[in-house]
């Protein structure tokens, strides 16, 4: 494989270019889960019920899944620098906005567009940041990229919800629209051209899995392990109130050890998916199934369900970084349109996952909902094991990672 040795910043600037990835993976996804945090004064506001306001996450989250598969192939000779920088301005635009807008359906309609970008970035994020390093650093830079989920989870969220209790929701939004920019300009300035180089038309990307059997199984898999688990952690708040008398501040607590938990199974995973990629992921979804089966047994004191959290956060960042390198080692020719298949796999079945889960909730009781996510993330598990070893290759970033390694000492 080519190095980027031949420009004396080139290695520095290709770890800025993930830096400023990873930055972008944190703008989008705490643009779509701010109003989780903020929907009591938003529905107020905007005179809405908290139930309509739920909207604003829900929407998002369905375009962000629905319309990946076929942007993907639409953009697939755009400059992946170049779209990147174009889905940041649309976050930037759309987060003002927000800020501004005087009425709800202007709201949803910003939100839905914001929720295309932010589903194409998912399918094109990861690979850029392998594309950037060395061959074989791909999995540390992909592990770094996702650690953003555990830091919007930790630092992101709670601090809007701070910044709404200082300032108000609209000025929330502008602040973010300013983060926004910032990472839009740092991309421009850091990440190096990349061209695109395995995007294929609509009716390959659908096609993929049809012919693709290793893709096929991947796929299944993912479903069921975020069927299974968004499932139940949309509804750990609930549970944890009846089961250990959690406190807001408790729970508040608990949630940002789950997150920082995330991020150290991020961590972790960035070195064993090399050693064994299809052993990460079996480890990580048998930590799944038992932090879920823990929540039962143990969580009902407040010392068992910081163990649970925290257990369920290191599981759920290892099995995160492994199925995006499972996607990989599966179709590495056309890993963006792999991808952008795993998003919509992925948010759709968040979306079902919450759905499936409520109607348990409301009929059975929240137990039902975590007995739901043992069920999914077991059934996940076991499709895995009894699976052959196949396109589980341990190191990211093989077929494509040359081209750019070389372009980047030219940009």
């Known amino acids: 494989m080519a190095t980027q040795g031949t420009h004396p910043h080139s290695t520095a600037r290709a770890w800025l270019g993930v830096a400023a990835?990873?930055?972008?993976?944190?703008?989008?996804?705490?643009?779509?889960?701010?109003?989780?945090?903020?929907?009591?004064?938003?529905?107020t506001s905007l005179r809405i019920s908290v139930g309509a306001a739920g909207?604003?996450?829900?929407?998002?989250?369905?375009?962000?899944?629905?319309?990946?598969?076929?942007i993907v192939a639409w953009t697939r000779r755009v400059n992946r620098r170049v779209l990147l920088s174009t889905l940041l301005a649309i976050l930037t635009v759309g987060n003002t906005i927000t800020a501004i807008s005087p009425n709800y359906p202007l709201v949803l309609t910003t939100r839905l567009v914001m929720g295309f970008a932010s589903g194409v970035f998912w399918a094109i994020g990861v690979s850029m940041a392998m594309r950037l390093v060395a061959e074989r650093h791909a999995s540390r830079a992909a592990a770094i990229v996702m650690s953003g989920i555990s830091i919007a989870a930790v630092v992101g969220i709670p601090l809007g919800t701070v910044l709404e209790s200082l300032t108000g929701w609209r000025t929330?939004?502008?602040?973010?629209?300013?983060?926004?920019?910032?990472?839009?300009?740092?991309?421009?300035?850091?990440?190096?051209?990349?061209?695109?180089?395995?995007?294929?038309?609509?009716?390959?990307?659908?096609?993929?899995?049809?012919?693709?059997?290793p893709l096929r199984l991947v796929l299944f898999t993912i479903v069921l392990f975020v069927l299974g688990h968004f499932g139940a952690y949309t509804f750990v708040r609930p549970y944890l109130e009846d089961s250990a008398s959690a406190t807001p501040f408790f729970i508040t607590a608990a949630l940002m050890v789950y997150g920082a938990g995330g991020a150290a199974g991020n961590f972790v995973a960035g070195y064993t998916v090399t050693k064994s990629l299809r052993g990460s992921f079996i480890a990580g979804c048998a930590g799944l199934v038992t932090s879920l089966l823990l929540l039962l047994t143990i969580a009902h004191g407040q010392a068992g369900a910081v163990v649970t959290l925290v257990l369920w956060g290191?599981?759920?960042?290892?099995?995160?970084?492994?199925?995006v390198n499972l996607t990989q080692a599966a179709a590495p020719d056309t890993f963006e349109a792999a991808?952008?298949?795993?998003?919509?796999?992925?948010?759709?079945?968040?979306?079902?996952?919450?759905?499936?889960?409520?109607l348990f909730a409301d009929h059975l009781g929240v137990t039902s909902v975590v007995w739901f996510g043992v069920t999914l993330t077991a059934a996940s598990l076991l499709l895995t094991l009894a699976t052959r070893r196949r396109a589980t290759r341990p190191v990211l970033g093989d077929a494509p990672a040359s081209a750019p390694a070389q372009t980047a000492d030219r940009a």
């Open 339 to 358: 991808m952008s298949l795993n998003t919509m796999a992925y948010n759709t079945s968040i979306a079902l996952g919450a759905l499936f889960g409520g």
């Open 172 to 213: 929330t939004f502008l602040i973010w629209a300013g983060l926004s920019a910032l990472v839009l300009l740092t991309v421009v300035t850091v990440i190096p051209s990349l061209p695109s180089t395995n995007a294929v038309s609509v009716r390959e990307v659908f096609g993929l899995p049809l012919k693709n059997v």
């Open 55 to 70: 909207l604003m996450v829900t929407l998002y989250g369905v375009s962000a899944g629905l319309g990946v598969p076929f």
């Open 21 to 43: 990835i990873t930055a972008s993976l944190f703008a989008f996804l705490t643009t779509e889960l701010m109003p989780v945090g903020l929907l009591t004064p938003m529905s």
């Open 314 to 323: 290191v599981s759920f960042g290892v099995v995160q970084l492994s199925q």
